[in-house]
């Protein structure tokens, strides 16, 4: 079965890590361009992150950049999303995807695949 399943999210308090994990399975990530997109309540869904796997090159959304990480693990089929000074308004869905191209539509339909969301909730 192909599919993407996002999870590690959870409850963390302002100023707070958490790290997420994206993990593919009936497909290698190394063929893809693997992607973080959130959703907050009644808000758009944003891109966030994108990390290149055939030159790990890694781009990040100016509301993350230099809080959050984006890494991967071949072996593991797994890409990561550390997220580091968490804050109140990273509360979201966060949702990962898997195309082969870099460039971060919002539309799922864009996708090669989608994962489910996992839920991140940052408490002031």
């Known amino acids: 079965e192909v599919q993407l399943q996002a999870y590690g999210g959870g409850l963390v308090q302002a100023g707070g890590s958490l790290r997420l994990s994206c993990e593919a399975s009936?497909?290698?990530?190394?063929?893809?361009?693997i992607h973080w997109f959130r959703q907050a309540p009644g808000k758009e869904r944003e891109g966030i992150s994108c990390?290149?796997?055939?030159?790990?090159?890694?781009y990040y959304a100016d509301s993350v950049k230099g809080r959050f990480t984006i890494s991967s693990d071949s072996a593991k089929n797994t890409v990561y999303l550390q997220m580091n000074s968490l804050k109140p308004e990273d509360t979201a869905v966060y949702y990962c995807?898997?195309?082969?191209?870099?460039?971060?539509?919002?539309?799922?339909?864009?996708?090669?695949?989608w994962g489910q969301g996992t839920l991140v909730t940052v408490s002031s």
């Open positions: 990390i290149s796997m055939s030159d790990r090159s890694a």
């Open positions: 009936g497909f290698t990530i190394d063929d893809y361009a």
């Open positions: 995807a898997a195309d082969r191209s870099t460039y971060q539509s919002v539309y799922v339909r864009d996708y090669d695949y």
